[in-house]
């Protein structure tokens, strides 16, 4: 008998960031193969969080099912993002998507960027 250990997913979505992430999918080109997830150097504090459609899927990349999603994850991202919630909030100031991350040890004022 082969021992197969199942591999947590790096980042979880909240059920509100899965129904933004399906109405964006539902209008993306046809060509999308799900969510791209990127971490890209910018911002005050250092590095800011990227997403995407997933136009193809590279080698390197992790690609994970989330709650019927599949999310693709440039593979440089995945140092910075395990453990990350990913969250959609709608208030009256402000909407969009928001990181949970606990790797995270410093971000800038604004929240747009962030350091590790």
Do not use: H
Not at 36 to 64: F, H, L, Q
């Amino acid at each position: 008998m082969t021992d197969i250990k199942q591999r947590a997913n790096p980042l979880t979505l909240t059920d509100a960031a899965v129904r933004q992430v399906e109405r964006i999918l539902a209008k993306a080109p046809e060509s999308t193969r799900g969510l791209w997830i990127g971490v890209t150097e910018g911002g005050c504090s250092g590095k800011t969080y990227k997403m995407d459609y997933a136009r193809e899927i590279k080698p390197a990349d992790m690609v994970i099912e989330e709650k019927g999603l599949t999310i693709v994850i440039d593979p440089m991202a995945s140092l910075y993002i395990f453990g990350t919630v990913i969250d959609y909030e709608d208030t009256p100031l402000k909407a969009g998507f928001t990181f949970k991350n606990p790797n995270e040890t410093g971000r800038c004022g604004c929240g747009e960027s962030f350091s590790v």
